[in-house]
């Protein structure tokens, strides 16, 4: 990525490489740094002689003389969730043992991939760099999954964005066997998905936690055209300049880019499958605000959070970390646009106002009277050229509403379809992700709160359904023709304890994408 301002150059990154084979092995056998044992409450359970009733922990126990029921105790272990103890014992193959609480008992995607995540933190502290994972209980119905989610898992929790500190460690794992879950090709067909699915993960948090003085609409571009490349045998790149979008009418989007002294870039990928027939167009459509200041109607006072705005492009890095995992997947039968129209959302006297009328690209007329309900306007046009590319199913993302986060909180998206089988689709495909949606009503007469007395419409209804109204208005820019859903991913995009993007929406994205290709 080039600097901009400040002479802020990121580091280069160093994904995680991890080696995960899966394996079928008495676990007291196994040589390496870390055996990690993922327990729930009830493994715990021991009989009349204090011995662990569970035969993997029976046998582990057995094997260092008692001292694993013994030092567990005493470390006060009960298996809740998220809980952990390494051990360092005697009689086993591996240097140390390590306990992790899967609580009542683990079924979903997302408990295995945050027991993964648990699994990167110990061998971090422990600087290991091998690891073998078993439960104590094993996994009978979905074996394959469960593993895939715990690859993830371990990926991602390996992973520390720190391209923008002087000093950083790399991570020391380089092995990772997993135990127990059954072997052959489809299990590591199953991996390298996690793994594929994670350094799109990766990318998405990567941009999102860009500052904006470095990822700039350009830098964004660059980087889209840079997956495209990676990818030349599906991928194709077209970066429209501000003419070019000039000569596609699209004035809601440049509107809202006026004001910046960084110019709009609109970005338009296109994956088509090696070979076969495409039986499903899709395109994917994420908002690509590099940096908001809200405009004239200015991001002002406290939880303004005009200081993390750099993340109000988090719908363009979904969109393109889930383009970066499909290059790698390769999905057959399926033909996938990935859309952004980037720019910035700024204050000078060449910018928009409000009480401004613009004219989207479908000739449509809106009333600005709110500067910082801007996202919107660019998706307006966005979602335009996505429908004139002659999809049937569109998806976009957006970091829209904070009347989503009030209504939903920091960990959900809110999802608006009128299409009953796409909300279908989507939301099997976040089951099997572990994000978390939620679908919300379409309401229409709340339209009425969208009415202008000069335009067609005005771009905000005011406080009260706010991320639904927001949703109607998005509405007007699409093809009846077409399937669609808007993700407002607003909450979920930003995790305040880590201080980090999430990365949110990709592997939805990717799992939606396999459900329409034909493999």
Known sequence: ??????????????????SFAAKEIDVTEWK???????????????????????PILNKLDAHSSGLLA???????????????????????????????????????????????????????????????????SPENESKFSSASAIASGVVLGLFEDNRYKSDSKKPSLKSVDIIGFGTGPELEKKLKYAEDVSYGVILGRELTNSPANVLTPAVLAEEAAKIASTYKDVFTANILSEEQCKELKMGSYLAVAAASANPPHFIHLVYKPLSGSVKTKLALVGKGLT????????????????ELMKFDMGGSAAVLGAAKAIGEIKPPGVEVHFIVAACENMISGTGMRPGDVITASNGKTIEVNNTDAEGRLTLADALVYACNQGV??????ATLTGACVIALGPSMAGIYTPNEELAKEVIAASEKSGEKLWRMPLEDSYWEMMKSGVADMVNTGGRAGGSITAALFLKQFVSEKVQWMHIDMAGPVWNDKKKSGTGFGVATLVEWVQTNSSS
């Open 1 to 18: 990525m080039a600097h901009i301002l400040g002479l802020t150059q990121p580091n280069s990154t160093e994904l995680p490489k991890i």
């Open 32 to 54: 390496g740094d870390v055996l990690v044992v993922g327990v729930t409450e009830k493994d715990l359970a021991k009989d009349d002689k204090s011995k662990f009733v569970n």
């Open 70 to 136: 013994l030092v567990s105790s005493e470390e006060d272990f009960t298996g809740k969730p998220g809980q952990s103890t390494v051990l360092r014992l005697p009689g086993l193959g591996s240097k140390r043992i390590g306990l992790i609480g899967l609580g009542k008992s683990a079924s979903s995607p997302a408990a295995f991939q945050s027991f993964g995540e648990v699994v990167a933190t110990i061998s971090k502290a422990s600087q290991s760099s091998s690891v073998a994972i078993v439960l104590a």
């Open 291 to 306: 940096f908001d200041s809200g405009g004239y109607n200015i991001k002002a006072g406290p939880g303004s959070m005009i």
């Open 392 to 397: 049937d199913k569109i998806v976009d993302l």
